[in-house]
């Protein structure tokens, strides 16, 4: 069974800057890409960052240069950096990952619990 656990998140101003995590635990030969959606009320999930195996990075128009992905393929987990944080950055935010238990078994996907991130003053 696979898991992925977040962790971070909480209430911040506007400005500032808050960190999150993801670890995948279980029975796992690959996870690629891994990254970050989120989902504000009355609104579609929508991905944030992600990162494939090799480091490309992606990330939605309304982030860039304000948050960065890492991740750690030997640890499968990763991060997401957000900085300059605004009101509309407000959402719970859920880890993804796309990943095979075995080398030849297919790609399924995995959420995690999902992670509040509030911005407000």
């Known amino acids: 069974q696979v898991q992925l656990v977040e962790s971070g998140g909480g209430l911040v101003q506007p400005g500032g800057s808050l960190r999150l995590s993801c670890a995948a635990s279980?029975?796992?030969?690959?996870?690629?890409?891994m990254g970050w959606y989120r989902q504000a009320p009355g609104k579609e999930r929508e991905l944030v960052a992600a990162?494939?195996?090799?480091?490309?990075?992606n990330y939605a128009d309304s982030v860039k240069g304000r948050f960065t992905i890492s991740r750690d393929n030997a640890e499968n987990t990763v991060h997401l950096q957000m900085g300059s944080l605004k009101p509309e950055d407000t959402a719970v935010y859920y880890c993804?990952?796309?990943?095979?238990?075995?080398?030849?078994?297919?790609?399924?996907?995995?959420w995690g619990q999902g992670a509040q991130v509030t911005v407000s003053s």
């Open positions: 993804y990952a796309a990943l095979k238990i075995g080398r030849f078994s297919r790609v399924n996907d995995y």
């Open positions: 990162q494939t195996i090799t480091g490309s990075t």
């Open positions: 279980g029975t796992i030969f690959s996870i690629n890409p």
